[in-house]
């Protein structure tokens, strides 16, 4: 701008000393006149390639000083109009120029920027400039730190970036990785205080509060909480592991029975043959068809009879004698076919005293939580009023087309093994 305004002024000054030595040459000689004016056109061509310089125009080639020369008097007005069009067109680019710097410097929110006169001037233009662009470096400090910053936070969290992610087009995608991550865990940790408040509730603790100013002691009375519950479910599985040893101490004499009628099987095995012969000596028809049981059908069932053999109110369980080895018996003449009657957890039994006297009387029902071998451990369901369960009494499936809870099953007992 500074060599632009130069340049006018002393197109401006010759243009003055052109027409004075043009005056003094009309009453000189016109010798000097010509000089003259060869200098003039040798200056405006000299102005006009200096503003071609780098500009991208080519009015210094159209004005030389030829072309300018006084022989050329008749089309002088078509061919200095292109240098004033020149010189309008390079004023008006500084002005956009100006314009677009001290915008740039409001877009980075530079405060107490120059008037946009200070940009044009020759004087203040170059300190004008220098506040921008020391502006425009400050911003991009700024901004590069940011960049740096976001991606350390980013690895924290699992992220990996580089700050050359954030360049160009590939920003927007860096900036929603970084995004989703963060959605992610946001939804994780809804999910984290979801559950630790579930946790508190089962355990017993109060309602945790998990802002930061309370997240950590919140914590602390769940995992109290947690840990007065696992002593508490320690002492229960200790006293369960008691009566575990109790009923394997059962075990071993069942076993031992087990074993004796592994032998009587042996030995009932190898008489298959003389049962076909029995059945007419039994009076069995032998055109009507026999029908077992099968394992845990309903037949099956009826014939089940147990004992309670444990009450433990303080933990709220029962233990009956009846488990996955229990078999009754199907009577068939004077012979007798084991059948597993194939007892299982969440199964419902009846609790009744008495059964064998014509008073029979309703204790309860109960519902089976652990089934082993030859025992079981079942939690009331339901209790007759002022009943309680005892050691002693008589437990047995209900039979499901019966609606009387009282009642004991219609068929007798077969004897249970």
């Not at 305004?5 to 043009?22: C, D, G, T």
């Not at 009453?27 to 000097?32: D, H, T």
Request: include cysteine; hydrophobic fraction near 40%; charge should be neutral.
């Amino acid at each position: 701008m500074k060599v632009l305004n130069v340049i006018l002024s002393i197109l401006i000054l010759l243009l003055a000393a052109v027409s004075a030595v043009s005056s003094y040459m009309l009453f000189v000689k016109r010798g000097q006149m010509v000089k003259g004016w060869e200098k003039m056109a040798t200056a405006i061509n000299q102005a006009a390639t200096e503003m071609d310089r780098g500009s991208g125009t080519k009015v210094g080639a159209e004005l030389t000083a030829a072309s300018l020369g006084h022989k050329e008097y008749e089309s002088l007005d078509g061919r200095l109009a292109k240098l004033k069009q020149q010189a309008t067109q390079l004023v008006a680019e500084r002005d956009a120029l100006a314009a677009a710097v001290r915008r740039a410097g409001e877009i980075i929110g530079m405060g107490n920027l120059p008037a946009e006169a200070s940009f044009r001037e020759m004087v203040s233009y170059n300190t004008s400039k220098d506040e921008v662009l020391n502006g425009l470096v400050d911003f991009k400090n700024r901004r590069d730190r940011m960049i740096r910053d976001l991606c350390a936070s980013a690895a924290k969290i699992g992220v990996q970036l580089k700050p050359e992610d954030f360049q160009g087009a590939d920003a927007e995608a860096a900036l929603r990785k970084f995004d989703a991550k963060v959605d992610a865990i946001r939804v994780q940790f809804s999910a984290y205080q979801s559950n630790v408040k579930a946790i508190a509730s089962i355990a017993g603790a109060p309602v945790p509060n998990l802002d930061e100013s309370a997240y950590a002691a919140s914590l602390n009375n769940v995992a109290a909480a947690v840990r007065d519950l696992k002593t508490k479910l320690d002492n229960a599985l200790a006293l369960v592991e008691q009566v575990k040893s109790q009923l394997n101490n059962s075990q071993n004499v069942v076993k031992q029975r087990d074993s004796q009628i592994g032998t009587l099987k042996t030995t009932i095995d190898g008489k298959d043959g003389e049962i076909a012969q029995l059945r007419k000596a039994l009076g069995l028809d032998p055109a009507v068809e026999f029908k077992p049981w099968q394992p845990g059908s309903m037949e099956c069932r009826r014939a089940v009879r147990g004992k309670v053999i444990e009450v433990n109110e303080k933990f709220g369980f029962i233990a009956i004698d009846l488990g996955k080895n229990t078999v009754v018996q199907q009577t068939v003449g004077n012979k007798k076919l084991d059948v597993n009657p194939e007892i299982t957890t969440g199964m419902e039994m009846v609790v009744a005293r008495n059964m064998d006297t014509k008073e029979v009387e309703f204790i309860g029902k109960i519902k089976l939580t652990t089934v082993d071998g030859d025992c079981s451990i079942g939690e009331t369901i339901e209790q007759a009023p002022d009943c309680k369960v005892q050691v002693g009494d008589q437990v047995y499936f209900q039979d499901p087309t019966s609606e009387k809870k009282e009642a004991a099953p219609a068929e007798p007992a077969a004897e249970k093994k």
